[in-house]
């Protein structure tokens, strides 16, 4: 499976992004989800919409919303953003646990 993630971009804090992630493949999509990596900080997961729903990291419980948009498609709306946000974000899929990774999208927040 192949994902490829798009939408990232600059802004000051306090304005919006939204992500966007197309899988290759609409099988067996019964999780997506949206990671992100600080400079010299470890992978960490975002927002993810499984069978039984959809669960975010606190920092941003409030402020992110996440979206499957299509068969093989969702999104990360980001609202209200802070510099803290600012981050690779990636867009994953687990397959049978296999994890299936986009190429990365940055996020600047600065004003």
């Known amino acids: 499976v192949q994902l490829q993630a798009s939408g990232g971009g600059l802004v000051q804090p306090g304005e919006s992004l939204r992500l966007s992630c197309v899988a290759s493949?609409?099988?067996?999509?019964?999780?997506m989800a949206w990671y992100r990596q600080a400079p010299g900080k470890q992978r960490a997961l975002v927002a993810i919409?499984?069978?039984?729903?959809t669960d975010y990291a606190e920092s941003v419980k409030g402020r992110f919303t996440i979206s499957r948009d299509g068969a093989k498609n969702w999104s990360l709306q980001m609202n209200s953003l802070k510099p803290e946000d600012t981050a690779v974000y990636y867009c994953?899929?687990?397959?049978?646990?296999?994890?299936?990774w986009g190429q990365g999208t940055q996020v600047t927040v600065s004003s």
């Open positions: 493949t609409p099988f067996m999509l019964n999780t």
């Open positions: 919409r499984h069978i039984l729903g």
């Open positions: 994953n899929t687990n397959i049978r646990g296999e994890h299936f």
